[in-house]
């Protein structure tokens, strides 16, 4: 229960302080005394931390779900043929920049939620994408070898056998991915996504580094509680799957 | 025939590529090839493949397609190195398509109209060099040949783009607009990326040493360094404008340098502060990974402790740190673009100046180079990691 | 020569190494012969000062090592470990090349001896000086482990399990090898093994190691034949050891020579005079004689071995 409490505390003052900012007015006052607004008002903090989340969360279904498929499809007999392609453009995808990518989706998409979401899941589902192949690749084959000698059909020993001992990489993949796609949304901003990067961005062009703070501090606090909501679930994956790792 | 039998059991077709070039070919034919704008912001009207290129252009580009899909079902024992030419060659040549395009439909009379690349050109693009890599792939070709075709095809690109046929190009027109800025976003760049690279790569080092040295840096050394990694790009650098500001305002030396909330210094801190992670643990793994049984051979044989880290462990260990320096650089490529919204300048300038303004050729101009710069970068260290590598032909 | 006096190393609060006294005379092979963590490992380490001792002495021809620079001591002991310990970033040539390379010989006397040493072991300069290890076999590897440690020509040779990560087949014939190097170079030698088979092979003195201390040191035909407690005894088995007497005994010892040698008659496998009686009885056991030939180097007939003679003096 322990381990729940970092993501459930962090999650409690992500949200309080969205709801209770008006109240820090005096502290952003002294900050930015030379402004007559210092607490950003173009949207409450919390619609865009629920805006926010909701691309994330989004994103990171549709690519896991996809990602995860594909890997499953590269690595069967009928599509191992695309395996080299798929794991290198899954390499070489992760080295375009996600800004880039973004910026990319503009032209095509034009501007609003539709390209950040675009953009979003292309790019979060590389680093699940290669996680899963090395997961199911990394498999001992003699472990497959014996769930089919033992007479499971395919499909058991993918379910069965492959996704469990794949599953604890497959969600480090995820973590990646949504890491790096929290900090993508709140860059979206610059294309017209309601995300918690607006009040950076506002705060940048109209130089109020009260909002600019703002912004940033909820970004760092959203980005804090999911990446040790992810920590707290892994360790629960080793506990569960693998005792050499509860004992230690 | 019946000699080809054994040879056709022995060279199975390709799947990957037919599965490419068909949907190339659906693609290219469906979406428009180029568009024409009368000038930078009007939406423009979109031209077909056959209206763009004519019969005859279509005509080429549909046969290279099918001419790839057939090559790579006969059992040819050669094919791959035919698909490799025709592929590398139709990459090579794409922007001709652009020049054709531009000639048949641009309004002479006006100055301002402009031809810019269609979803269809960009899909084409796109799928043929998912083919290049997967004949590369079945090719098992040696990292410079990659490297060679790769410069092949980039230096007839630019060869291509600045001659006179594309300078009604959208992007041509940009990058001439831009004029000198585009070198000096370039050198922004660079000059951010690698200077928060070559920092890093020393404070990671001396970090790593110490970590070896004393266990008790380890914790906490690598919770900062991932602490760090975790916070969104965007927040670090909203979070570093106040105390920056507030240091400048407070020691006007500081001022005088340059150092403000926003600008260069910020940003700098903030790509340092990013490439302190990759770079620390790759540093820390690899110095830790290199067998013990192998420094004390070095030892017991008389080198000293020096020697054993100059001789032994550190060019064991430079594979590893340079393939953390390689994620550091592209990402730090990636996050100086970002860094350009807190007036660092660079490529992102002009993503998010084109943006704001709605020109989607900037945005491109912007985007394209810093896509380019990671992937030379990336190129480049891998070529660099590998060489460093002792041979290892048998374990 | 090497003496330990009452050396003791302590890690925390367990004694791995219990005031061992242990004198290794120049030009002999010792083998310290143990199970794993009997401290044989601990021993070797603390003669190159690679573990510094917790109590006691460690001499070196007469000198305190503790005295003495460590990296001085150590350019004039080879060291060969389990899995060749060889760098995987240099060629051959280079890891042979290490210690003259440190001592800065000139070029031209290292390459030279690089090629001597391969030579010696075996190995031909021509395709293996510019492997890599990783190209190698495992005996191969082996055997450039102990050209490295031989290349500055040092006084004294340090071997921790070398043969152990290798297949019974390569032990082999390594180890013959190394009695045939022992023989031209005549190092003084500590080597560890868990291997009693190895050790009653290879040495000249045999230290039976247990929990820290030297149980017994003496020559290997008196471990088998007074094992000093009952550890030693079950450690050189206690059933077979008629056999592995007979083993360490050539037979020259007893055969009957003819009066003048005989010319040579073509034959692969014979009997030679350095062969062990177990192998002559072997022989004659298969091939079912009362007695067989028994050849010099340069293949004349110089004698007879008779079952019966091997039957009542062999052990």
């Known amino acids: 229960m322990r381990l729940w409490l970092p993501p459930a505390l962090l999650a409690v003052v992500l949200c309080g302080l969205s709801a209770a900012m008006p109240v820090l007015e005096p502290l952003f006052r002294w900050i930015q005394p030379d402004k007559q607004q210092v607490i950003y008002d173009r949207g409450s903090f919390l619609f865009l931390l629920q805006n926010h989340l909701l691309l994330v969360v989004i994103s990171a279904a549709v690519g896991t779900f996809a990602a995860v498929a594909g890997g499953i499809l590269a690595t069967r007999p009928a599509g191992r043929d695309f395996l080299p392609l798929v794991s290198q453009v899954a390499s070489i995808g992760q080295t375009f920049p996600p800004v880039a990518v973004l910026a990319l989706a503009v032209p095509v998409l034009g501007f609003g939620e539709a390209p950040i979401l675009f953009a979003l899941i292309l790019y979060g589902l590389l680093p699940i994408l290669r996680n899963t192949l090395a997961g199911l690749e990394g498999i001992n084959p003699a472990v497959r070898e014996a769930a089919t000698g033992m007479g499971m059909s395919p499909l058991q020993v993918l379910v069965r056998v492959e996704l469990p001992l794949a599953g604890r990489i497959i969600l480090a993949g995820i973590r990646t991915s949504v890491t790096i796609n929290i900090a993508t949304a709140a860059i979206g901003s610059t294309i017209g996504a309601r995300t918690l990067g607006d009040p950076v961005i506002a705060g940048l062009v109209n130089g109020n580094t009260a909002y600019v703070l703002q912004g940033a501090i909820l970004i760092g606090l959203l980005a804090l509680t999911t990446d040790s909501l992810f920590e707290a679930l892994e360790r629960t994956w080793d506990r569960r799957f693998s005792p050499q790792g509860a004992m230690a | ?395 | 020569m090497i003496e330990l006096r009452n050396v003791t190393r302590r890690f925390g609060d367990t004694v791995a190494v219990d005031r061992v006294n242990l004198t290794i005379e120049t030009g002999e092979v010792c083998v310290l012969v143990g199970s794993s963590g009997c401290g044989k490992s601990t021993t070797l380490r603390m003669i190159n000062h690679l573990l510094p001792h917790s109590a006691g002495e460690i001499l070196v021809d007469g000198e305190d090592t503790t005295a003495m620079n460590p990296q001085q001591l150590r350019l004039n002991m080879g060291y060969v470990i389990q899995g060749t310990g060889l760098f995987p970033h240099w060629t051959v040539a280079r890891n042979i090349a290490m210690v003259p390379r440190l001592l800065k010989w000139p070029r031209q006397r290292i390459d030279a001896r690089v090629d001597e040493l391969m030579k010696l072991l075996d190995l031909d300069p021509a395709t293996h000086a510019h492997k890599y290890p990783q190209q190698l076999s495992g005996g191969q590897a082996q055997r450039v482990g102990v050209a490295r440690a031989l290349a500055a020509d040092p006084n004294i040779l340090l071997m921790d399990e070398p043969f152990g990560a290798v297949d019974a087949i390569t032990r082999e014939n390594l180890q013959l090898e190394m009695l045939r190097i022992q023989r031209q170079v005549r190092k003084t030698t500590v080597f560890v093994t868990h291997d009693i088979d190895e050790a009653l092979k290879l040495a000249s003195r045999i230290a039976v190691m247990d929990q820290g201390r030297i149980i017994q040191h003496d020559t290997p035909e008196n471990i088998l034949r007074r094992p000093a407690s009952d550890f030693v005894e079950s450690l050189v088995g206690k059933q077979d050891r008629g056999l592995k007497l007979m083993s360490l005994r050539p037979v020259r010892d007893l055969m009957t020579p003819h009066g003048s040698p005989k010319p040579s008659r073509p034959g692969a496998d014979v009997l030679r005079e350095d062969d062990n009686l177990r192998l002559a009885l072997s022989v004659m056991l298969w091939q079912d004689l009362p007695q067989v030939a028994v050849f010099n180097a340069r293949g004349e007939e110089t004698g007879v071995i008779t079952r019966e003679r091997i039957i009542q003096e062999g052990a």
């Open chain 2, 1 to 395: 025939m019946s000699v080809t039998g054994p040879v056709a059991s022995r060279i199975p077709p390709n799947r990957v590529i037919p599965a490419l070039a068909l949907s190339a070919l659906v693609l290219v034919w469906l979406l428009d090839l180029g568009t024409i704008q009368p000038n930078r912001i009007v939406a423009g009207t979109g031209h077909g493949l056959l209206s763009s290129l004519g019969w005859i252009g279509a005509g080429l580009v549909t046969a290279v397609l099918a001419a790839s899909i057939v090559l790579s079902m006969v059992p040819l024992a050669r094919r791959y190195l035919l698909l490799l030419g025709l592929t590398g060659l139709s990459l090579a040549a794409l922007p001709l398509l652009l020049e054709v395009f531009a000639s048949r439909h641009l309004p002479e009379d006006s100055p301002y109209a402009r031809s810019s690349m269609g979803a269809g050109f960009w899909c084409l693009l796109f799928l043929l060099s998912l083919m290049l890599i997967e004949i590369l792939g079945r090719l098992k070709t040696r990292r410079s040949l990659q490297l060679m075709l790769l410069v092949f095809v980039c230096g007839s690109w630019l060869t291509l783009l600045r001659s006179d046929g594309l300078e009604s190009l959208s992007l041509v027109r940009e990058f001439n607009g831009q004029g000198g800025q585009f070198r000096q976003a370039l050198w922004t760049h660079l000059a951010l990326a690698f200077g928060a690279v070559s920092i890093s790569a020393v404070l990671a080092f001396v970090l790593a040493l110490k970590m070896i040295r004393n266990t008790a840096w380890r914790r906490p050394v690598l919770g900062a360094v991932s602490f760090l990694q975790t916070i969104p790009s965007l927040a670090v650098f909203g979070l570093l404008i106040a105390p920056l500001s507030a240091l400048s305002s407070a020691f006007p030396v500081l001022q005088s340098l340059g150092i403000r909330g926003i600008g260069w210094a910020p940003a700098l801190l903030a790509l340092i502060a990013y490439s302190l992670l990759p770079m620390v643990r790759n540093t820390f793994v690899a110095l830790t990974e290199v067998p013990e049984s192998l420094a004390d051979a070095g030892r017991g044989m008389g080198m000293t402790e020096g020697q054993v880290f100059f001789q032994v462990k550190l060019p064991l260990a430079l594979p590893v740190i340079i393939e953390g320096v390689r994620i550091t650089t592209i990402q730090a490529i990636g996050l100086t673009a970002v860094a350009a919204l807190i007036g660092a300048g660079g490529f992102g300038s002009f993503i998010f100046q084109g943006l704001g303004q709605a020109a989607m050729d900037l945005v491109l101009l912007g985007a394209l180079p810093t896509i380019a710069l990671a992937l030379l970068a990336d190129a480049l260290l891998t070529m660099l990691a590998a060489s460093l590598k002792p041979t290892s032909a048998r374990s």
